[in-house]
């Protein structure tokens, strides 16, 4: 089976920084995507991870450990603007389908 | 580059009813699918397509039908409304290449409710 797991909500104070976990078990594996969704909106991507390490852009930053089927999505020097859910997401079935983790809602607290 | 182009933006329809969410693209992507978003959860894959002529079940297909007649349009068709498929629907498309060039591209979103 495919199944993604990330905790349902983490809160903060502007300035900080969060890290969001990802766990995954998927059939295949093509990489690991992190999307952001504002309330009423649509997801947007925000970051990628198709090997090992750490991937950074700008304020954010995703790492993948694909040994540990694990990867987390950080975010620092917070602001009220990244309140929103933050959703993982496995490309598999060679490459073909994305799948979803259930989402993270951060709230960021001034 | 007007993106992914949902329509409806809002809808609402009686059980037993019909309607199609239409779905256009713009980006010549291979790849269009797709996903519902019940409140508070995260999205699931209904149908997907990897190209004009070729389309699959997702993990939730029941009560839906989808055609790929061209590149760029991927209509969703319900047949037989019912209350559980009152949800968020996103349509989605994708480069067929891998890797951080390739990422999904959403459309604005159906709300949808079914009563």
């Known amino acids: 089976g495919q199944s993604l797991e990330q905790p349902s909500e983490v809160t903060a104070v502007e300035g900080a920084i969060v890290q969001i976990n990802c766990t995954y078990q998927t059939s295949g594996f093509y990489g690991l995507s992190w999307y952001q969704q504002h309330d009423g909106g649509a997801p947007t991507f925000l970051s990628y991870n198709a090997l090992d390490g750490l991937e950074e852009t700008g304020r954010f930053s995703s790492f993948l450990s694909r040994s540990d089927s694990y990867g987390y999505l950080l975010l620092q020097e917070l602001q009220m603007k990244d309140s929103a859910s933050y959703f993982c997401?496995?490309?598999?079935?060679?490459?073909?389908?994305?799948?979803f983790g259930p989402g993270t809602r951060l709230s960021v607290l001034p | 580059n007007a993106g992914v182009t949902q329509t409806p933006k809002f809808r609402i329809l009686k059980i037993g009813q019909s309607m199609t969410l239409q779905c256009a693209q713009d980006?010549?992507?291979?790849?269009m699918y797709w996903y519902r978003q019940d409140p508070g959860m995260g999205l699931k894959l209904i149908y997907y397509s990897v190209g004009a002529g070729i389309t699959d079940k997702g993990e939730v297909p029941n009560g839906y039908n989808v055609s790929r007649s061209t590149t760029e349009d991927f209509p969703l068709r319900l047949e037989l409304a019912a209350p559980s498929q009152t949800s968020v629907y996103f349509c989605a498309s994708s480069s067929s290449k891998q890797g951080a060039n390739s990422p999904l591209h959403f459309g604005n979103g159906t709300r949808l409710t079914v009563t």
């Open positions: 997401a496995v490309r598999d079935n060679y490459g073909q389908n994305f799948v």
């Open positions: 980006m010549n992507h291979n790849y």
